[in-house]
């Protein structure tokens, strides 16, 4: 089959014959054919469509979507799919403030934050802190403990749901999108200085970024639970906060007991808003305090996403010329490495030609040495008697044949010029 293949292209033939039989034609299995169909964002055939269609009831196909930023537009076998190309994001115009309390949807959960709570907690022994560390990884950005699992789940999906409410939706990125999401520190008061305390402080983060979409703005969304510096004593092969202990008895804890500082998890849920553009760095924090939990703040939460996007906007833009301006000074440097490189080149090639040539003019030189001299001896035997002159031109043939001929033509045919 011919190569590329474009968005239209795989959507007719998606829909014209099974998709095991387009797959064959193109060397591929089905299961990987229907993943290029969702890169490309090209609709396929649900399970059953063509028994139906055998007999006339198959529903009517749906059309071909528009290519959205970050969708695969064309596709090669054993190469990267080609995107569309992500333009610059433009934040939505602003909105007159509504008098009166906002009420939030709350009509079940947000289609992101659904059927994920088994997937949490099907997790690794939990981070040193006490947050989940999950085997799966395309999932929601939650970072939190099991205790307060079910809580998250439920500010994440209220959050959502406010957002959409207001006209903009929140996913899990899609692959190829081109958006991060940047590391998290979730400690309180983490140290002003890297040290081995961070190496053994593993984090679990998820494959591609929960976003908000603010008009064409994309801003990561990241829920977590902070964590502190908690006193902790080691009992029973573990460290529990001194302050979930109860009042020892008589003789202490025993001698195998000990208190020393960590960082646990606090219970206290955090909202991380952040950039999710390579090119701009950007974050905002809102936490939990004493009486205001984060779902309180969630009208403050999405006001805030708001006023941040067309700041985020002129942030990607900076970062954008600044990464062009990086990319023409690189090929500047690149195109004065290729001039010097061809120049170091020309001047090793002439060195070497020269050295090739002064190596065939030795051999030339021994070789005209060699002729000269069985020459002299050839004519200088002539005036010899008859007798004498068979022994020595005998001699001179064993010579040439002890010696070996030297072809210097031969030598200098090899000889490559500067240019060469």
Not at 14 to 37: D, H, M, N, Q
Not at 109 to 127: C, E, G, I, M, T
Not at 333 to 349: D, H, N, S
Request: aromatic residues 8%; charged residues 30%.
């Amino acid at each position: 089959m011919p190569f590329p293949v474009s968005r239209e292209t795989l959507y007719e033939e998606i829909w014209k014959e099974p998709a095991v039989t387009v797959a064959a034609r193109y060397g591929v299995t089905s299961t990987f054919l229907a993943r290029v169909c969702t890169e490309m964002n090209v609709p396929r055939p649900a399970r059953g469509y063509w028994a139906k269609r055998a007999v006339n009831k198959a529903p009517k196909r749906p059309p071909l979507p528009p290519a959205n930023p970050g969708d695969a537009v064309e596709w090669t076998r054993g190469q990267a799919l080609r995107r569309e190309r992500r333009a610059l994001p433009v934040a939505p115009e602003r909105r007159r403030r509504t008098k009166g309390k906002s009420t939030i949807p709350t009509d079940g959960p947000h289609p992101v934050v659904a059927n994920v709570k088994q997937d949490f907690l099907n997790s690794r022994r939990a981070a040193d802190s006490g947050h989940l560390r999950p085997f799966r990884r395309a999932l929601p950005d939650l970072y939190v403990s099991p205790e307060i699992l079910d809580r998250a789940l439920t500010v994440s999906s209220t959050l959502y749901r406010a957002l959409e409410a207001r006209g903009y939706p929140v996913a899990i990125a899609r692959a190829g999108e081109e958006l991060y999401r940047p590391a998290l520190e979730e400690r309180k008061n983490p140290p002003k200085r890297r040290d081995g305390y961070d190496a053994y402080h593993s984090k679990w983060a998820p494959d591609r970024p929960t976003v908000a979409f603010i008009g064409t703005v994309a801003i990561g969304l990241t829920i977590y639970e902070q964590s502190e510096n908690t006193e902790v004593r080691y009992l029973n092969g573990e460290y529990v906060p001194v302050a979930k202990l109860a009042p020892p008895k008589r003789g202490g804890y025993g001698a195998a007991s000990w208190t020393t500082h960590k960082e646990l998890a606090s219970g206290r849920l955090c909202l991380r808003a952040s950039s999710p553009y390579h090119v701009a760095k950007w974050e905002q924090q809102w936490e939990e305090a004493s009486g205001r939990t984060l779902v309180d703040l969630i009208p403050t939460i999405v006001r805030g996403l708001e006023a941040a996007a067309p700041a985020l906007v002129e942030l990607v833009k900076e970062g954008q010329a600044r990464a062009e301006a990086a990319r023409i000074e690189w090929e500047r440097k690149q195109a004065i490495w290729a001039r010097e490189e061809a120049q170091r080149r020309r001047e090793q090639q002439i060195v070497e030609s020269r050295e090739q040539l002064a190596k065939i003019i030795e051999v030339w030189a021994v070789a005209k040495a060699r002729e000269d001299f069985f020459e002299d001896l050839q004519r200088r035997a002539g005036a010899l008697p008859e007798e004498e002159q068979a022994a020595v031109r005998s001699r001179l043939s064993q010579a040439r044949e002890l010696l070996g001929g030297t072809d210097v033509l031969r030598r200098f045919a090899s000889w490559r010029a500067p240019h060469e």
